[in-house]
């Protein structure tokens, strides 16, 4: 078992390395201003026997959970994905994901997770394109984290003594980011939480048997860096084997990079039941003008909403809404089914948006129409639902033969990142909502009112009484004044007998 705690600075922020104290196996140090990221690294054979069973079934595993609170993510660590739950599978045999064991695992360590089997809620990704992505994806707006973290603590913590790592794991409550990522490959699962930039206290406890870094970095620039690489400083220790830090400075390939720039989202009001969802985008200019870049948003939609990508292949509809096209939608989405029939869990979409041409850089909008579906009768009349944010991002080409190795703070597995080539660089755009203090939007959508459906039924039904005694009184009239006859026999007979007249 291996772990990594790293404080991340921002470029020309600095701590005295006389400041930082080691003593055993804890490190302590001043309060500065840093984004933490702790990773754990577990082998296969460290885990309890029921993860090994379900691991053993899967090719790759990654679970991806991204807080709604708006956040301040810095040099390296600038990957971004919507807010909510996501999942990547891909099984190590097709047969697999008929199996409702992922699901009952994940329902038994994350407790609200609506999934029966991958087959049935999850949607497929398409991997003709490109091979680094996975074959299944599963998104939730929100989990209880509770279950999680007491699993947590039975699992990892040695003992209900060891109150350190039970107060780390009760941290995880805030972190902004959780990863938890297996491959067959490396027969291992690295557990990896974030926390925003923020003012903080420098501290680290080595765990028994477990061989902990500690790092206190920030982003640099020496004069032999590359355009598509990063350079990080700072100090390094390894707890229970170095008596004070020593300096580094290394470089590494990065496709994850910020636009320093920012985007906020609201709907159109009114919203109705097909609202469009604008993006307020605070510049137009390009991040980099040494490569081809054009500006995306990837949207991870619950099954409460969804886009018609039939209405996303007309180019002057989209012309006017600042959007040059739809580069991939899920499948598949059924149009016309309610909410509550649904069993994948929504759909995945992603937009190339296109911005006014301006010499200068200006902001600038795009809407993107959406569509309601009907949901479940509730008290009151109305239901709110809640839309995440998509991830803003604008990709541009790196040049021939750069090569992106895996460096150590890279993500892979992101929903787009497969729909892009590998030599792609996202250029990530900051969320920053205008109103309140979540990445998600509200919508109040109008549904049967359980109070009055009592009405509802009774008036139908009586309207269909009412109905089929019409009918009866209007058929009871025509026969009493004609009687029951053979009208076309009556006819005929009247017409020989006015012959032989």
């Not at 006014?356 to 129409?369: C, R």
Request: glycine residues 6%.
């Amino acid at each position: 078992m291996r772990e990594r705690i790293t404080f991340v600075q921002k470029q020309g922020d600095s701590i005295e390395p006389t400041t930082l104290k080691i003593k055993g196996g804890v490190l302590n140090g001043p309060e500065i201003q840093a984004a933490r990221e702790d990773r754990l690294t577990i082998a296969i054979d460290e885990l309890p026997t029921d993860l090994q069973a379900l691991l053993g079934t899967a090719h790759e595993l990654h679970i991806r959970y991204v807080s709604s609170q708006p956040y301040e993510a810095i040099t390296p660590l600038l990957a971004r994905l919507p807010p909510g739950f996501h999942l990547f599978y891909t099984p190590a045999r097709e047969a697999d994901v008929a199996s409702p064991a992922l699901c009952l695992t994940l329902i038994k360590v994350f407790g609200n997770v609506q999934c029966e089997t991958p087959q049935e809620s999850f949607t497929t990704l398409p991997r003709d394109r490109f091979t680094h992505s996975a074959a299944y994806q599963y998104y939730q707006q929100s989990v209880d984290f509770s279950p999680f973290i007491e699993y947590a603590k039975q699992k990892l913590c040695s003992s209900a003594k060891d109150q350190s790592c039970a107060a780390r794991a009760d941290r995880l409550a805030e972190a902004s980011t959780l990863d938890v990522s297996y491959d067959a490959i490396s027969h291992a699962v690295k557990l990896t939480a974030t926390w925003p930039y923020q003012r903080q206290e420098v501290h680290a406890t080595s765990r028994p048997q477990t061989r902990t870094e500690v790092g206190v970095l920030n982003s640099d620039r020496p004069g032999h860096l590359e355009p598509h690489e990063l350079g990080i400083s700072g100090l390094l220790t390894v707890l229970g084997q170095d008596k004070k830090p020593s300096a580094t400075m290394f470089a590494f390939a990065s496709r994850h990079r910020d636009a320093q720039s920012s985007f906020s989202a609201e709907f159109l009001e009114p919203t109705g039941l097909h609202p469009t969802l604008k993006l307020n985008l605070e510049s137009s200019k390009p991040p980099t003008e040494d490569a081809y870049c054009s500006p995306h948003a990837y949207f991870t939609l619950p099954k409460t909403i969804f886009a018609d990508r039939h209405q996303l292949s007309d180019d002057l509809f989209l012309a006017s809404k600042n959007l040059a096209g739809l580069r991939y939608i899920s499948q598949p989405v059924d149009l016309e089914a309610p909410e509550y029939v649904e069993k994948r869990w929504g759909s995945s979409l992603l937009l190339e948006l296109s911005p006014p041409e301006h010499e200068k850089s200006e902001s600038w909008t795009a809407q993107v129409p959406l569509h309601l579906r009907y949901l479940s009768p509730a008290e009151g009349g109305y239901t709110d639902i809640e839309v995440p944010y998509p991830a803003v991002f604008w990709a541009c080409a790196a040049e021939e033969g750069t090569k992106f190795p895996n460096n150590p703070f890279e993500k892979v597995n992101l929903g787009y990142d497969g729909l892009f080539g590998p030599r792609t660089v996202f250029w990530h755009v900051e969320p920053r909502p205008e109103i309140g203090s979540s990445l998600t939007n509200t919508i109040k959508v109008p549904v049967l009112d359980t109070d009055k459906a009592e009405w509802v039924s009774g008036g139908t039904g009586l309207a269909v009484l009412l109905g089929f005694a019409w009918i009866v009184w209007k058929l009871f009239g025509v026969l009493s004044k004609s009687g029951y006859q053979n009208q076309p026999a009556q006819a005929a007979e009247a017409a020989q007998t006015k012959k032989k007249q």
